[in-house]
T-cell receptor
Framework: DSGVTQTPKHLITATGQRVTLRCSPR?????VYWYQQSLDQGLQFLIQ???????AKGNILERFSAQQFPDLHSELNLSSLELGDSALYFC?????????????FGPGTRLLVL | GNSVTQMEGPVTLSEEAFLTINCTYT??????LFWYVQYPGEGLQLLLK?????DKGSNKGFEATYRKETTSFHLEKGSVQVSDSAVYFC???????????????FGKGTLLTVNP
């Protein structure tokens, strides 16, 4: 158990809909990272927040957004969903702001868009 | 940009066989290198890491040496067990194009199956 929690574990929705994925980092960690894992793209970094502020951006679509709240939990919002957004979404956390630190991954949320 | 190339799987071995999973990288500057493992139905776990050239990371019988001259970080284990069956990801952490904001770049993963 990494100490990182993600909800829900599974999500099934329809094209055009909007969903919110939630992540709680390990106690004491200030950084939260979001990744997308799909069969064709592999594991892709989406975005990082550190202590409430956006720190780094990766291959995140404009239809996706994230935020980190004062209690340090984070939410990833996916809107106008398309079939190709079906993937496993991971959250990870680390102590400091650098992506070079050890990151601890949650169990993931599996999203299926029908 | 930064990239990681690891050997395509799947790799199927018998218990107690020797394992090598090749990983090479392209990066600006001096990256840190990692191996993560993903067991079925779980998230990724850090297996080992190395932060500078010639460093050897090791954990649970797995080893990898940071080779700057060949830009490689091959994963090895002398005797695999059935419980090692998982997907293994090589990754690097280096600055992005702006010179800041280090982030992880992953290889595509190698599925290892160990048969009894």
């Amino acid at each position: 158990d990494s100490g990182v929690t993600q909800t829900p574990k599974h999500l099934i929705t329809a094209t055009g809909q909007r969903v919110t994925l939630r992540c709680s980092p390990r106690s004491g960690d200030l950084s939260v990272y979001w990744y997308q894992q799909s069969l064709d793209q592999g594991l892709q970094f989406l975005i990082q927040y550190y202590n409430g502020e956006e720190r780094a951006k990766g291959n995140i679509l404009e239809r996706f957004s994230a935020q980190q709240f004062p209690d340090l939990h984070s939410e990833l919002n996916l809107s106008s969903l398309e079939l190709g957004d079906s993937a496993l979404y991971f959250c990870a956390s680390s102590v400091g702001p650098s992506g070079g630190e050890t990151q601890y991954f949650g169990p993931g949320t599996r999203l299926l868009v029908l | 940009g930064n990239s990681v190339t690891q050997m395509e799987g799947p790799v199927t071995l018998s218990e107690e066989a020797f394992l090598t999973i090749n990983c090479t990288y392209t990066a600006t500057g001096y990256p840190s290198l990692f191996w993560y493992v993903q067991y079925p139905g779980e998230g990724l776990q850090l297996l080992l890491k190395a932060t500078k050239a010639d460093d050897k990371g090791s954990n649970k019988g797995f080893e990898a040496t940071y080779r700057k001259e060949t830009t490689s970080f091959h994963l090895e284990k002398g005797s695999v067990q059935v419980s090692d069956s998982a997907v293994y990801f090589c990754a690097l952490s280096a600055a992005g194009s702006g010179g800041s904001n280090y982030k992880l770049t992953f290889g595509k993963g190698t599925l290892l199956t160990v048969n009894p």
